[in-house]
């Protein structure tokens, strides 16, 4: 054979495996390699930064409190405060938000283990809630008639809220997350200010938790609205009457009246007459000598033709939020 071609097949040889070897064994880089490191859990207190859909209460929805610049915009910051995320992301309390964690626990297990796991907390979750707002601390030392007496209503305060847990995203579960976060958000998912923390023993509650409607009374016909818009009525707490032939209507309003003093802030919760502490049914004497048990409405309204625009939980000694 010709030299000159032996020669070339050498090259050619050579030039193939310096283009094959690469691709066989994978190029050599240097370095040493490290753990990714991941955000801590949600911690009580930490908020929602954007709201999720209506529906996250009937699925279990991803979250995080890492770095958010790895989604896409869609995914994560809603491009107006009325539009939902797909993913809940977690931060600081830094004005608006679209809600808040009251409670977080530790679930091992693949997705449906998770997905069992709150739906088995969620009486758990609610909880949580009522602890976080302060109506726990409320109801526990509510005050009884006196003489040792028991109170004559149960009284059942709640807030216009709804709450759903939120599992760890796809990398934080690969990762061994495995915490489950409560989320407490207002009823409608959009943003609000203030937070909900003790609003009920001490605090003050965003507009957007409160129960307030158009007329000045209770009625089938009764229409609801954001405490933030302007209405006439707020209420304080739904409540029973087990015993109705050891009560008198003037007990069930002497009692719905502290309960006012303790959710608004103030001892005198009429504000000096500017409001008017409300119980129903009206006819409540003649219930409580027909029927065996009762349930009344616990609530504040305003007299004449004047409107609110703000609750009146955690008022204090400011001014009723009266519209101007």
């Known amino acids: 054979?010709?030299?000159?071609?032996?020669?070339?097949?050498?090259?050619?040889?050579?030039?193939?495996?310096?283009?094959?070897?690469?691709?066989?064994?994978?190029?050599?880089?240097?370095?040493?390699?490290?753990?990714?490191?991941?955000?801590?859990?949600?911690?009580?207190?930490?908020?929602?930064?954007?709201?999720?859909?209506?529906?996250?209460?009937?699925?279990?929805?991803?979250?995080?409190?890492?770095?958010?610049?790895?989604?896409?915009?869609?995914?994560?910051?809603?491009?107006?405060?009325?539009?939902?995320?797909?993913?809940?992301?977690?931060?600081?309390?830094?004005?608006?938000?679209?809600?808040?964690?009251?409670?977080?626990?530790?679930?091992?297990?693949?997705?449906?283990?998770?997905?069992?796991?709150?739906?088995?907390?969620?009486?758990?979750?609610?909880?949580?809630v009522l602890t976080y707002a302060g109506l726990i601390d409320v109801t526990r030392t509510f005050p009884d008639r006196g003489g040792g007496e028991a109170n004559p209503v149960r009284w059942d305060p709640t807030l216009n809220g709804r709450h759903f847990w939120v599992q760890p995203d796809g990398l934080h579960r690969a990762a061994g997350g495995t915490w489950l976060a409560c989320v407490l958000t207002p009823r409608q998912p959009v943003l609000y200010t203030g937070s909900v923390a003790g609003a009920f023993s001490g605090g003050s509650l965003p507009d957007r938790f409160g129960v307030c409607w158009l007329q000045p009374d209770v009625s089938p016909s009764m229409t609801a609205v954001d405490c933030g818009q302007p209405h006439r009525s707020e209420l304080m707490s739904l409540g029973t009457v087990a015993d109705t032939t050891k009560v008198t209507a003037a007990d069930i309003t002497s009692s719905c009246r502290q309960l006012a003093t303790l959710f608004v802030g103030r001892d005198d919760p009429t504000a000096g007459g500017a409001l008017t502490v409300a119980v129903n049914p009206d006819e409540l004497a003649d219930r409580l000598r027909m029927e065996p048990a009762v349930d009344v409405t616990c609530f504040l309204t305003t007299g004449a033709d004047r409107r609110l625009v703000g609750s009146l939980v955690g008022l204090g000694d400011r001014p009723v939020p009266f519209e101007r």
Do not use: H, W
């Not at 977690?90 to 409670?103: K, Q, S, T």
């Open 1 to 128: 054979m010709d030299r000159r071609l032996v020669g070339a097949l050498l090259v050619m040889v050579v030039l193939s495996a310096a283009i094959v070897l690469p691709l066989i064994t994978g190029r050599r880089v240097a370095g040493v390699g490290s753990p990714a490191v991941l955000p801590d859990p949600p911690k009580l207190g930490t908020c929602l930064l954007y709201p999720l859909p209506a529906e996250a209460d009937d699925f279990l929805p991803d979250g995080t409190s890492g770095d958010l610049s790895d989604y896409r915009p869609a995914d994560i910051v809603p491009t107006n405060p009325y539009q939902s995320a797909s993913t809940a992301a977690f931060g600081p309390c830094n004005g608006a938000v679209a809600g808040e964690v009251v409670d977080v626990v530790q679930v091992a297990g693949d997705a449906s283990a998770r997905r069992a796991a709150a739906a088995q907390s969620d009486v758990r979750c609610r909880a949580a």
